[in-house]
T-cell receptor
Framework: SQQGEEDPQALSIQEGENATMNCSYK?????LQWYRQNSGRGLVHLIL?????REKHSGRLRVTLDTSKKSSSLLITASRAADTASYFC????????????FGQGTTLQVKP | ETGVTQTPRHLVMGMTNKKSLKCEQH?????MYWYKQSAKKPLELMFV???????ENNSVPSRFSPECPNSSHLFLHLHTLQPEDSALYLC????????????????FGEGSWLTVV
């Protein structure tokens, strides 16, 4: 069953702008992760935030987690054309089985 | 290069064929997964293997048959598939941890594009 739902489904911005993607989930989680997928390729792990963390940074990426609202956001600052890809959130269940449930993803297009 | 290698990258098969997808991970992980990605649908978890034992089968039809001979290799045997089974099949691995502080970051292969004709 689908756990994470990303919003918006598609986002188009100009190079240099910031891109914000949101993810909502339904059940309690151990952690939430963001992945990136270039067209036709495998998914690449970007960042993991644990349920007891509120914000995390990695380079131009900033992730927030609000467990009371069951939501997370991914901010990409100073976007580049190479950031064009689909971005997925995935939630790890509190049972810690390693099973991740993925959302449908946000397709980001960064125009040069 | 993520440390997870899938072959073949592309496969076209007829509905009566039998073929297999192969996955190998070089990360020393103890868990391996098969995911299916179809157009306009969320990534679907198919099978989970933990220490070579299947721990999850997400109501996958029996025409998909997984095999995990050791913790580094995972196969997906395909037989009498349907055209709607055409999709990108992604293999992944992770180090399954213990407790609330383990990571469960999953490392994906590049996928195998399957077309059933």
């Amino acid at each position: 069953s689908q756990q994470g739902e990303e919003d918006p489904q598609a986002l188009s911005i100009q190079e240099g702008e910031n891109a914000t993607m949101n993810c909502s989930y339904k059940t309690s989680i151990n952690n939430l992760q963001w992945y990136r997928q270039n067209s036709g390729r495998g998914l690449v792990h970007l960042i993991l935030i644990r349920s007891n963390e509120r914000e995390k940074h990695s380079g131009r990426l900033r992730v927030t987690l609000d467990t009371s609202k069951k939501s997370s956001s991914l901010l990409i600052t100073a976007s580049r054309a190479a950031d064009t890809a689909s971005y997925f959130c995935a939630t790890g269940g509190s049972s810690n089985t390693g099973k991740l449930i993925f959302g449908q993803g946000t397709t980001l297009q960064v125009k040069p | 290069e993520t440390g997870v290698t899938q072959t073949p990258r592309h496969l076209v098969m007829g509905m009566t064929n039998k073929k297999s997808l192969k996955c190998e991970q070089h990360l020393g992980h103890n868990a391996m997964y098969w995911y299916k990605q179809s157009a306009k649908k969320p990534l679907e978890l198919m099978f989970v293997y933990n220490f070579k034992e299947q721990t999850e089968n997400n109501s996958v039809p029996s025409r998909f048959s997984p095999e995990c001979p050791n913790s580094s290799h995972l196969f997906l045997h395909l037989h009498t598939l349907q055209p709607e089974d055409s999709a990108l099949y992604l293999c992944a691995s992770s180090q399954e941890g213990q407790g609330q502080n383990s990571g469960n970051t999953i490392y994906f292969g590049e996928g195998s594009w399957l077309t059933v004709v």
